[in-house]
């Protein structure tokens, strides 16, 4: 079974930085796409970054050019470098992989980790 591993988050002073991790463990892999998604209450989830094992990436509109997302396609790992964090970052972030195999397609969560940004 494939679990996602999310470290990382925390409380941080507006205009700092944080670094989330996400590595798959249990049964391992090659995953086309891996990535975070966000969820602020009573907000829907979004999209936050996502990286392919090609290396494409795709951000939302509100943190491009702070944010950046990098992955190790042979750790099976996906990580997030927060910068200039504002209070609206403020959510729960769910690392997010997805595999095809054949006809199927898989999607896997994490936990999630609690992101908290203080003005």
């Known amino acids: 079974q494939v679990q996602l591993v999310e470290s990382g988050g925390g409380l941080v002073q507006a205009g700092g930085s944080l670094r989330l991790s996400c590595t798959a463990s249990?049964?391992?892999?090659?995953?086309?796409?891996m990535g975070w998604y966000r969820q602020a209450p009573g907000k829907q989830r979004e999209l936050v970054a996502l990286?392919?094992?090609?290396?494409?990436?795709n951000y939302a509109d509100s943190v491009k050019g702070r944010f950046t997302i990098s992955g190790d396609n042979g750790k099976n790992a996906v990580y997030l470098q927060m910068h200039s964090l504002k209070p609206e970052a403020t959510a729960v972030y769910y690392c997010?992989?997805?595999?095809?195999?054949?006809?199927?397609?898989?999607?896997?969560w994490g936990q999630g980790t609690q992101v908290t940004v203080s003005s």
């Open positions: 997010y992989a997805k595999r095809s195999a054949g006809l199927y397609g898989y999607d896997h």
């Open positions: 249990g049964t391992i892999f090659s995953f086309n796409s």
């Open positions: 990286i392919t094992s090609g290396g494409s990436t």
